[in-house]
Structures are given as C-alpha cells and as structure tokens.
C-alpha cells in the first residue's frame, strides 16, 4: 500500500539535524560542521514491510536563526509546508548542551499547543 509522510527533523542551531538526515538518506557523516543555511526539503522514496512511501524531510530550524521557540515568534507556514500536517517530529539536541535540550522542550511545547 505505502502513501506519503512528512516528517520534519527541527533541533537548535548546530546540533547535527542535516548530519542525522544524511546519515539515513546516503550512509554518510559529514567530518566537519558546516552550518545549513536555511531550511531544506529532502524527497526520498523509501521501502517499508513491500510498501513504498514517498517522504517529504525538511530540515530546519522552526523559529529560525538565533531566535528561541519559546518567544513571541510565529511558527512559519510557507503555503507548501504546514507543520500542522506533519506526521512525525524528530527533536534533535546536543547531549553536552543543555541550552540545546531546553530549546527543544520548549521545541516540543509549541507542537503541542499548535497541533492540539
């Protein structure tokens, strides 16, 4: 059967989300950090129990550079890609940041309160 998934991989800034989508995607990890410079969409085709489901990945920050997802800031909405729509969440923080665990408590917070 299959069908369509989005799934949408948010964490703060520097924290490894595009090397964990590559390391999925191509079997690859990145030797050094070079920062992703806006938000990306990954379209894989991916083969699950003999169905084929057709991903859409984004990679991205929610709040956007420098800003915390607990401030007054708006979630983006671009006309195709409405995180209201998103199946799946993959919260992504740095286990020696604290800071980074606290931006995606507070991460996981606004998903509640905009899905629900």
């Known amino acids: 059967m299959g069908g369509s998934l989005r799934v949408a991989v948010l964490g703060a800034p520097g924290v490894g989300k595009t090397a964990i989508i590559r390391q999925f995607l191509f079997g690859d990890y990145p030797e050094r950090h070079r920062p992703t410079d806006g938000p990306r969409l990954y379209r894989p085709a991916v083969l699950l129990d003999g169905a084929v489901y057709d991903l859409s990945i984004r990679d991205g920050d929610v709040a956007g550079p420098g800003s915390s997802p607990g401030g007054p800031e708006e979630w983006p909405d671009p006309k195709d890609w409405s ?21 995606v408590k507070a991460l996981r917070q606004r998903i509640a309160e905009t899905r629900w």
Not at 83 to 95: E, G, M, N, P, R
């Open 83 to 103: 995180l209201q729509d998103t199946d799946a969440f993959v919260l992504v923080y740095d286990i020696c940041s604290p800071d980074s665990f606290d931006y």
